[in-house]
């Protein structure tokens, strides 16, 4: 029977009995679209409007009575930031957090979409009881990384391992002349083979690394994805303050500049420093209580 606007009510499916394959097929594809465009919180009219077709025939589409050409309907999954494959694919039930996540990444940027599949792969790929074998300690001079780093091993009975002193050894020469006869770059590429045969070398240990290793993206990633990172971080003038506690002058002299120059590297590498897998503030924090906090910080991060 016909609604009094001349429109047959019922879908073409129905009127015709036991639908072909070739209808079920398009009330398939026409069910499939209408349910990621209802995951994804996307009116038929939006939907539309970008995949550029007219809102009655994605609306025929979606009963099932549109037989819409695959350049319209390529236009769809686009729309609906999908593939055609996946639009084709079976409908199956998932569990509700990971269309959580799914939502989380579709709004994400793409320049942030690398840094969640590293972390992703880093955090639940086979490799990661043996990372987590492994504790290194990053941050600047004077946030407390060989303080806290040789009582984390000797508390845990592992080694403590300084990078520092380990690319000396296997130079010959202390930092400085390193820096003097190879340049940054030539530091670099020594402190990524001196790194890379640490851990080759190490099973359970804690490792205190140089602040500047996050310069250099291929060593920092390398550390990330084999070792458990903590960045050991505190404000400006404590690291300064420990510094010369260390007996270290230098500092002192053009103090100022040297402050700002201090600054402006934290606030250069705070981006970097924040991939490690946890941070420690010791701000304002005696040797103990930052040590109890990073005990605790770990006892809850490994149970």
Known sequence: MATPTGVDSKP??????????????LLFVGTRVREL???????????AQEAEVSERHLAQLESGEGNISIVLLRRIATALNISLTELFAP??????????????????????????????????????????TRV?????????KSTLGSRLA????????????????DTGMPLAEIFSLYGQSGYRAIEKRTLERVLQESGRAVISVGGGVVSEKDTFDYLLANCYTIWIKAQPDEHMSRVIAQGDFRAMAGSNR???????????????????DMVLDTSGCSVEDSFSSLKSALQAHFQ
């Open 258 to 276: 040297a402050m700002e120059d201090l600054r402006r590297i934290l606030e250069a590498r705070e981006p970097l420093y924040r991939k490690a």
């Open 136 to 144: 290194a300690l990053i941050g600047l001079r004077g946030a407390g």
């Open 154 to 169: 000797q508390e845990s009975n592992i080694p403590f391992i300084e990078l520092d002193r380990e690319i000396e050894k």
């Open 37 to 47: 465009r209802n995951r994804r919180g996307m009116t038929r009219k939006v939907v």
């Open 91 to 132: 409908s199956v039930e998932e569990p509700a957090e990971k269309g959580t996540i799914r939502r989380f990444l579709e709004r994400l940027p793409a320049n942030r979409l690398e840094d969640v599949l590293f972390r992703l792969k880093r955090d639940f790929s086979n490799e990661e009881l043996a990372r987590r």
């Open 12 to 25: 073409a499916l129905l009127r015709r009995g036991v639908p072909s394959r070739e209808d079920a097929f």
